[in-house]
């Protein structure tokens, strides 16, 4: 037996919960690919799978298993990758997708630092905060903030972005700047909704283990970072945004931070790449850039 064969093998049945459905995306017969579990279950001494007539899930060893035996053939598949490609230059065209915070404020403002660096590849970036199917889109790989969809993407963690709640100055004086959460009750507040849930973001707070959740008045919603920045910067309500998007206007006095003794919930950022067998040179190359250029720059932003 082929212990990194029957690894992959497990990990296609249970990504794609049919012995059936492995077998044509690995190439193999479907009795091929049931021998690998059985002789891998039998190498490992416990059962990976729960088998019936209409479906294949794994028992709860089988999950553990999966999570590791993933990870292991990630980095075999990169090692190889790696190899393969030697010396020679990177070629290709990327396709990225990322907040539009996190893309008009760091990357079209770093980009050429790699194209420079790998004159082979392009790069189409685009720059929005609702949720992408990656591979539907095309997508190469995408950042992402929130809880992760059950949908089998590989996942590389960045950290958790902090945030802070605000108000311009010109809000403040027609409002009054509150010194509790219960003063903000008679607050408007500029409404983002969330790409990941389509729903309206909570304005949450905590402090010493209490949590709240503040329901205010929003007549300006958006789906959109920049314009909850910009309608907060024109005084339309209260606000919460990234620490690294407010932090410059906090410094110029053209927003507020309010409520300081409290804290905004962060949100954790990951990396987001379609699972695939062999991920190209190309790709790798980026995300370590950009996850070392998102540490560099938002590493005093986050938890």
Do not use: N
């Not at 958790?160 to 003063?183: D, I, K, M, N, S």
């Amino acid at each position: 037996m082929d212990r990194f064969e029957a690894m992959r093998a497990f990990v296609q049945v249970v990504e794609s919960g049919s012995f059936t459905k492995a077998a044509q995306q690995l190439g193999l017969h479907k009795a091929s690919v049931s021998q690998q579990l059985l002789q891998l279950e039998d190498k490992l001494g416990t059962r990976l799978l729960t088998r019936t007539t209409r479906k294949v899930t794994p028992t709860p060893e089988g999950l553990l298993f999966h999570e590791r035996a993933r990870a292991i053939l990630q980095q075999l598949d990169d090692a190889e990758t790696t190899l393969r490609q030697g010396s020679r230059a990177l070629q290709g065209h990327l396709r990225v997708d990322v907040p539009v915070a996190v893309g008009r404020l760091l990357f079209a403002q770093e980009i050429r630092g790699f194209l420079d660096s790998h004159p082979g590849i392009s790069v189409e970036l685009s720059c929005t905060d609702r949720l992408v199917d990656l591979v539907a889109a095309g997508v190469d790989c995408a950042l992402r903030g929130g809880e992760l969809p059950d949908s089998g993407l590989v996942a590389r963690p960045v950290g958790a972005l902090r945030f802070v709640l605000c108000a311009a100055p010109r809000h403040l004086e027609r409002h009054g700047q509150p010194q509790t959460p219960e003063a903000l009750a008679g607050h408007p507040q500029v409404g983002f909704v969330a790409g990941s849930t389509g729903l309206l973001r909570p304005l949450r707070l905590q402090r010493d283990g209490q949590a709240l959740e503040l329901e205010l008045p929003a007549r300006f919603v958006t789906t959109d970072s920049a314009a909850a920045l910009a309608a907060a910067l024109d005084g339309l309500g209260v606000v919460q945004l990234a620490e690294f998007v407010a932090a410059p206007y906090l410094d110029s006095g053209a927003l507020v931070r309010l409520l300081p003794g409290w804290r905004c919930p962060s949100l954790a950022m990951h990396w987001l790449t379609p699972t695939a067998r062999r991920r190209p040179a190309r790709v790798q190359a980026f995300i370590d850039w950009a996850h070392a250029l998102l540490l560099r720059r938002l590493g005093p932003h986050l938890d």
